[in-house]
RNA sequence: GCCGAGGUGGUGAAAUUGGUAGACACGCCGGAUUCAAAAUCCGGUUCUUUUUAAGAGUGUGGGUUCGAAUCCCACCCUCGGUACCA
């Protein structure tokens, strides 16, 4: 009696510890065999100090059921982990522990590698790399190096965006739409400095190219905006009095007989000069100046401006325009100055009605109407436009573009939205960047024999606005023993991006000490599916894309783009709001895990819903998966028979042609119900073949691996079950004989009947009209219509 | 403002070449078991009504159709992105 009970709860606790340990000793992957191979990675992560929250498991748990699933499909599955283990964190913590951020950060590795390990996944430990290790940053440096060569690295002053908070410069992409920083939440100010930068401009038109990839339409449509591609024209404007030009873009070179004035972004070099130093404008450009990022956004604000008091010249009609400098424009989009044409954009009519400027209307609706008085902002026909009239404003952009060439006023022109990515950071828990100057300040790069250009010890955490590793005297004198005295060191590090845009090329042969990676390990690439969070659309995900095909370009790479799927994880949210440290509304899992398992955990996070919605966490349906995963522990238990019942081996069929097809799109929340759908069939049996047991524990095995491993382990198998194919189903067991059609009068349903299924289309509705049911709404009504749907629906249309 | 996703019971959600709305699960109600509880098992559970049956019902209002959660038009709301990009 006593062993009965045993058997009826499985004990989580001893299996997973059982079958972790086994995974710890038989996890990694022959990477030597490419032939049918599948390259499987969720986004590494930054070693914080907390525990693995919900939001964790969200992220590795179900990927890595995608990850086994494949793998009992056959395919060679290759699942690493590793670190992102530079960064901001580890560095605040040491400014404010006293710590050294090489020690907490091996100590968050520790933790979280145990936690990992909890999880269940069919991670390849043996190839796991941490970018703060010099073994990685190494080849960091290097790549630094090879983009430095071609150009594709460089050094400019800029107006910068500067975080405040965390005291050094962003990307701007990591500065968010309201102005403030992605990762402080400090309002970003402007700074003129000079910083290094990777030129992912080169590569805007190819960026937008997205064919053959498998990604959510959603992140391909954030990357095209941000890149933000418009076509048009550059057209240059002489001025009155100057010998300088004013070079503007514009997307309606069409309404160029329609300019009345031209703008200059107040940061434009040659405002204060065309004013001549007039005191008023150079208020206003100062005035600007201080006003933050925030107020100059803000679009409900009147816009605002002052005359220079110079003008210039349309080319068209030679007339005089006056040049105006305003904030609405801005310095670093185009050319930081804009041809003003109020009667066709809605913010320059907004400008020239406030300061009462001259306005020209060139484009109607239709072609009859040569003459109007209001605005129209969008295409139409070209008016008051000399050689352009009667055009489609779509030709005349042509026409002008061709006349602007032959007389050397401008030329067709494609602007971006993209700038250089600033990879510069004051900060000291980076890559060092491999650069060292001379006595008379000329950038060199650290030749190659001298990286990995480690990252110093010796220095003073505290930010003061410039760089920590100023305050190395170790890193100094390293310099100048290498290269000589006045040497300097660069003392900014690289920005944590610049490890995470190649660290998926580097897995399949992490250990490598001679090479970044060998030609025979690139047969892993490009990653076959990568899964993480969509909040790095326009920051990681374009960082990566960039750096392959400047990798490429190199010759180091023989593939364009560096994930063929990509798969976004919806976000588990506590309470509406994103699951975070700062925030305190963090979940950790320890809980459930004590009380039901690691398999009953990652099963409940899968049931919750589609993957890639999330949902706010609660834990009140947990026990329904671990009463499912029991039923399942005693339908195996359950005495095995040769007799086969025919519906169940029909269920059984049908369950694992749709468990496999939502395994595949990993749709794992209606895969769940339909095993659970199958358990429920079985479960009040007396015996059960050992086919089905077999079959079920194999369907089981990619949502709960410790205990499917047990299972089939108790099912008398010694190989590990993922050695195992995934059962397939038999087309010849799904069909039926007898099938379920409903009667509807007039779209409303009335009756059943089970028909077989040969039965003819006459012999089915006589059959329905004499049930009881529709007898009583076809009586004394004129039957207008039937309706057949074979095998579904039957519909009689009656009147009266 | 623009782009994208979404709105279904008390809750998480199913159902998309148009064909029984609410599968599966939680919770709740009732029962069995128990000294009692937990666990387990059985039954019920969209709403309304005059409950062996009928009517209504998938954000709102229209439309197409024998038939609409699903398609079309207009609108409301929520979330994500983006925002003076010339």
């Known amino acids: ?4 009970i045993i058997i009826m709860e ?57 990850a086994r699933f494949m793998k009992m499909n056959g395919y060679n599955v290759f699942q690493p982990q590793g670190f992102d283990s530079f960064g901001l964190p580890a560095e605040n913590y040491a400014i404010k522990h006293g710590i050294h951020p090489r020690i907490s950060t091996e100590q968050n590795i520790k933790t979280m590698k145990l936690q990992l390990k909890s999880i269940g996944g069919m991670f390849d430990w043996d190839a796991e790399l941490r970018t703060s ?14 983009l430095y060569d071609s150009k594709l690295a460089y050094q400019k002053e800029a107006l910068v965006n500067w975080d405040p908070v965390d005291q050094t410069v962003l990307a701007n992409e990591q500065v968010l739409s309201d102005g403030t920083s992605e990762r402080s939440g400090a309002k970003v100010i402007q700074k003129p400095l000079k910083q290094w930068f990777f030129k992912i401009t080169d590569y805007a038109e190819e960026l937008l190219n997205f064919d053959g990839l498998n990604w959510p339409k959603k992140t391909v449509s954030m990357q095209k905006n941000w890149i933000g591609k418009s076509t048009g024209a550059s057209i240059k404007f002489s001025i009155s009095n100057f010998d300088e030009k004013i070079e503007v873009f514009t997307t309606r070179p069409d309404t160029l007989f329609g300019a009345t004035y031209l703008v200059l972004s107040p940061e434009h070099p040659l405002t204060k000069k065309l004013s001549d130093n007039n005191l008023k404008v150079i208020k206003y450009i100062e005035d600007s100046a201080s006003k933050n990022e925030l107020q100059r956004l803000d679009l409900n604000k009147d816009k605002t401006g002052i005359f220079t008091g110079s003008y210039a010249i349309n080319p068209v009609n030679n007339k005089k325009i006056p040049i105006w400098t305003a904030d609405y424009v801005l310095a670093s989009y185009g050319t930081g100055a804009i041809m003003a044409v109020p009667g066709h954009d809605e913010r320059d009519n907004e400008f020239a009605m406030k300061y009462d400027i001259n306005i020209e209307y060139v484009v ?98 505290k930010p003061k606005g410039t760089s920590p590793l100023g305050s190395s005297k170790e890193l100094l004198k390293r310099t100048e023993d290498i290269f000589g005295k006045g040497w300097k060191p660069e003392i900014d590090t690289m920005d944590t991006f610049v490890c995470s845009s190649w660290y998926y090329l580097r897995y399949p042969d992490s250990k490598n000490d001679d090479e970044i990676f060998t030609k025979k390990s690139l047969d892993w690439l490009p990653v076959d599916c990568y899964v993480g969070g969509a909040e790095h659309a326009t920051m ?31 976000t588990i949210t506590k309470d509406g709001a994103k699951m975070s440290k700062s925030k305190g509304n963090t979940v950790a899992p320890d809980r459930f895990i004590e009380e039901y398992g690691s398999d009953t955990f990652r099963i409940y996070l899968m ?41 169940i081996d029909q269920l059984m069929h049908q369950t694992i042609k749709v468990v496999s097809e939502d395994l595949c799109k990993m749709k794992f929340n209606t895969a769940i119900s339909r095993l659970m759908e199958l358990v429920n069939s079985v479960i009040k049996k007396d015996s059960i073949s050992d086919e089905f047991k077999n079959n079920l524990t194999l369907m089981l095995a990619p949502l709960a691996p410790h205990l499917s491993e047990e299972l089939w382990n108790i099912l008398g198998n010694k190989k590990t079950i993922f050695a195992q194919p995934f059962p397939k189903y038999n087309p010849l067991k799904l069909q039926k004989d007898e099938m379920n059609i409903v009667i509807q009068v007039n779209g409303k349903v009335r009756a059943n009947l089970s028909i077989s299924k040969n039965m003819d289309k006459d012999t089915v509705l006589d059959k329905c009209k004499e049930l009881e049911n529709v007898k009583k709404y076809l009586d004394e009504k004129e039957l207008i219509k039937e309706i057949y749907v074979p095998e579904k629906i039957v519909n009689f249309v009656v009147k009266g």
Not at 624 to 630: E, H, S, T, V
């Open 133 to 146: 290790d010099e073994t990685y940053y190494k080849w960091n440096q290097w790549i630094f190096s090879k």
């Open 540 to 570: 990681h995900l374009l960082y990566a894309r960039f750096i392959t095909k400047a990798l490429r370009d190199l010759k180091i790479l023989n593939f364009d783009e560096p994930f063929k799927k990509l798969y976004h994880q919806g």
């Open 607 to 647: 049931f919750m819903g589609p993957y890639d919605e999330g949902g706010d966490w609660n834990d009140k349906g947990i026990k329904g998966i671990y009463r499912f995963l029991n039923k399942i522990w005693k339908i195996v238990a359950l005495p095995s028979t040769d007799k086969i019942d025919k519906d």
């Open 1 to 4: 009696m006593a062993s009965r």
């Open 364 to 461: 109607s609706h239709s072609k009859d109407i040569e003459s109007i008085n209001t605005p129209i902002y969008e295409e139409g026909y070209c008016i008051n436009s000399d050689f352009l009239n009667g055009l489609k404003t779509k030709d005349a952009k042509t026409q002008i573009i061709k006349w602007l060439e032959n007389n050397g006023f401008g030329k067709k022109h494609i602007n971006f939205r993209l700038r250089d990515w600033l990879i510069s950071r004051q900060r000291y828990w980076g890559t060092p960047i491999p650069i060292v100057y001379d006595p008379d300040g000329n950038p060199h790069l650290v030749p190659e024999k001298y990286l990995p250009w480690k990252l110093p010890d010796d220095v003073e955490y």
């Open 10 to 66: 499985f004990n989580f606790k001893k299996i997973e510890q059982k079958w972790q340990k086994f995974w710890d000793e038989n996890s990694s992957t022959n990477l030597l065999d490419t032939k049918k191979k599948y390259y499987c990675l969720t986004m590494f992560s930054y070693p914080s100090g907390s525990n693995l929250h919900v939001g964790h498991w969200y992220n590795y748990g179900p990927t890595d059921t995608y």
